[in-house]
């Protein structure tokens, strides 16, 4: 015998005892459907039941009790969890554990809250109608009365309660959680950023910590309680009128089956709203991030217009999962407009077939307390029944967060990495070789020494791997082949906050955070103290415009430092690097966007410093390293010349080329030229 015959049986066998158990007097109606199952062998004992539609009913219903757990336990009918989002859901709740005496207390209050959200229609349909009413027993009406006011009073503090512990479980738990993306963001390798989207990036620690917020603070705490009145809703209206509580059975089972088929539509449009709100959320950073250009390239209208196209998308995505929504919304509300139907129209001649009069008033009791308790079911039963979209929606979130948190930080920091007292500025390529993404080499068994204390420039054709080094040095990268030392000690050995430490970085671009120029300069220092800010300035030939602004020192500089000249925020990311008081000083091509009399000061600072610390600066313009101590010339990925400015002029080769090459351009071969120009124009 089969696995479906057996339950066939076995629903068969509830429905007879259900028929006999509420008493049903059967009448054998002759009628078409019946005629059609005489036809057929071992179909005779259907004919009663259909001829009576209750006891058809309670049989439909019976059969659905049964196939319930079968339902519930099927593929089809549990929410969709593939092993790696079930993974993800306990990653969620992992979180949670070291908050767990939150979790008790929410607990507790959805218990409390939801149990009280059951206890008026109990009271009222059987204390208030059947003592008070039908005994006509005034004295019973103030402890009724009394009664009804600590339910509303408790339901409201443990709502309260609820609401409370659930958001600040949720707040706590999201704080942890967005902390942590956040901060293992900052850690991921440098190649990761040369193809991610800021935008995205802020979306995803932003939006979709949002989206799980939301679920953590509300969606599952609803979800608990709203599971705890189905239980009880449903165990109450057993025990007021068994019958009746038949009738809903189908219905609710219906209900389960209505938001099911629709839950995969609204999960796709959900999803497709967070990618829309991330593609926009991205484009309108990268446009404002380099509003500059739009506006020179006069393209306001055109990123406008394309602006809004993809918030149209997300209108019209909003609008189809509202229209989703909206029409299963409908058709739970139709099937729940017809459960209260039936019931009253199958319960109420019951009411009123009562032997007396105080009967009547218990029996119009019991069906005030089953239709109210009925009314409380059917929206925590639609809830429930959409917690797989829930989860999705928690799931596909998170599943955005922890693909950044699962990304492998950049290089590996030793765990017993070296931090000595003293590391020297001495650096050492051995052999070094390194491609980005695999491609061609950019540099090929490149070795180079560099003394404590000496100024080397590195120069060369774009492309050539100045700045490859630079992000070696630090590394950003790890080279493929060969090693790099510092001090004597490989850079792989020694620890990467420390090695980082020894390292004072200035950008072509530089890069300065809104703020206080106190701020900016002290950034990165520990206890950056206003002497040692103002040393650092005046190294950097930024104290003297420091000190002619109204507010000096805590004068804001606005966002990314928009308030001061390109020149005047290269000399403050000097001023930043040199209060690491590092061991080596790197400017990456630090002068070549910059006015001459920026550069001239940055040129004095860097004589000044020479000597003291070990330089390494990467050059466009030739006027800022001619007074090097060596020059690098880079080409195909090695070394091809070395020497100071005078030795390779003379040799004339690519370093001699790529200085004629500039004069010919009108570039001065030395800032104090260009003064002596200008003033030489001016007295004619």
């Not at 004919?47 to 049989?59: H, N, R, T």
């Not at 079968?70 to 306990?90: C, D, F, G, V, Y």
């Not at 009394?146 to 707040?171: E, N, P, R, T």
């Not at 380099?290 to 020179?296: E, L, N």
Request: hydrophobic letters at 45%.
């Amino acid at each position: 015998m089969g696995i479906g015959t057996k339950r066939g049986l076995k629903a068969l066998v509830v429905g007879l005892l259900v028929q006999h158990w509420i008493s049903l007097e059967i009448r054998s109606v002759p009628s078409l459907a019946g005629l059609i199952l005489s036809a057929f062998p071992y179909s005779g004992w259907l004919a009663p039941y259909l001829a009576d539609p209750l006891a058809f009913y309670c049989l439909v219903a019976s059969i659905l009790i049964m196939s319930l757990p079968w339902m519930m336990i099927s593929k089809r009918w549990q929410p969709e969890l593939e092993p790696a989002q079930r993974s993800t859901l306990s990653r969620i709740f992992s979180y949670l554990k070291p908050h767990s005496r939150y979790v008790v207390g929410v607990a507790i209050s959805i218990v409390g809250s939801s149990s009280l959200e059951l206890a008026p229609p109990w009271i009222i349909g059987f204390l208030l109608f059947k003592v008070v009413i039908g005994k006509g027993d005034l004295g019973f009406l103030p402890v009724v009365v009394a009664l009804l006011g600590g339910v509303y009073i408790a339901k409201q503090v443990a709502s309260y309660l609820k609401d409370y512990l659930s958001s600040l479980l949720g707040q706590k738990t999201i704080h942890t959680l967005r902390s942590d993306a956040y901060a293992h963001i900052e850690h991921l390798p440098v190649r990761f950023f040369d193809s991610a989207r800021t935008g995205d990036l802020i979306s995803r620690v932003v939006s979709d910590t949002n989206e799980m917020e939301k679920v953590l603070t509300e969606d599952i705490a609803n979800l608990a309680a709203n599971a705890v009145v189905v239980a009880g809703a449903v165990a109450l209206l057993f025990i007021i009128d068994p019958r009746s509580a038949l009738l809903v059975v189908p219905v609710c089972v219906l209900v389960v089956v209505v938001v099911n088929s629709f839950k995969r539509a609204i999960k796709r449009a959900s999803a497709r709203i967070r990618q829309a709100v991330a593609e926009l959320t991205a484009k309108g950073f990268e446009v404002l991030s380099g509003i500059r250009i739009v506006k020179s390239f006069r393209m306001e209208g055109r990123e406008a217009r394309e602006f809004r196209t993809r918030s149209v998308e997300i209108a019209r995505a909003k609008v189809k999962l509202t229209r989703l929504s909206a029409v299963y919304g409908s058709t739970v509300d139709l099937l729940t407009g017809a459960t209260l139907l039936i019931v009253i129209y199958f319960a109420t001649p019951a009411v009123l077939q009562a032997p007396d009069q105080a009967t009547l008033v218990a029996q119009t009791g019991a069906l005030y307390a089953f239709l109210s308790t009925l009314d409380k079911l059917f929206k925590p039963l639609v809830q429930l029944s959409k917690v797989n979209i829930t989860l999705q929606k928690a799931i596909a979130a998170a599943d955005r967060v922890f693909e950044l948190m699962d990304m492998d930080p950049e290089v590996k920091d030793p765990s017993s990495g070296l931090s000595p007292a003293i590391l020297e500025g001495r650096i050492e390529f051995d052999h070094v070789s390194f491609g980005y993404r695999g491609t061609q080499k950019v540099l090929e068994n490149f070795s180079l020494v560099v003394e404590p204390g000496e100024t080397v420039a590195v120069v060369g054709s774009s492309g050539a791997g100045k700045s490859t080094v630079v992000n070696l040095l630090l590394r950003f990268y790890d080279p493929t082949e060969g090693k790099i030392l510092i001090g004597g000690y490989p850079i792989d050995t020694l620890n990467l906050g420390y090695l980082r430490s020894k390292i004072g970085l200035v950008l072509q671009e530089p890069v300065l955070f809104s703020g206080t120029l106190r701020e900016n300069i002290g950034f990165g220092s520990p206890t950056p103290t206003h002497e040692d800010i103002i040393q650092a300035a005046q190294l950097a030939h930024a104290h003297e415009f420091i000190a002619s602004l109204p507010k000096g020192y805590d004068t804001d500089i606005g966002e990314r430092g928009v308030t001061l000249s390109v020149g005047q925020r290269q000399r403050i990311a000097i001023a930043r690097a040199l209060m690491k008081n590092p061991s080596i000083l790197i400017l990456d091509e630090a002068t070549s966007n910059i006015d001459s009399e920026s550069e001239s000061l940055i040129k004095d600072a860097l004589d000044h410093l020479a000597g003291r610390r070990t330089i390494i600066v990467i050059g466009h313009r030739l006027s800022s390293i001619m007074d090097a101590d060596r020059i690098v010339v880079l080409a195909e990925g090695g070394i091809v010349e070395v020497g100071t400015h005078d030795d390779l002029i003379g040799k004339g080769g690519t370093y001699s080329r790529l200085y004629e090459a500039q004069i010919e351009r009108g570039e001065p071969r030395d800032p104090l030229d260009e003064e002596m120009v200008e003033e030489d124009t001016s007295t004619r």
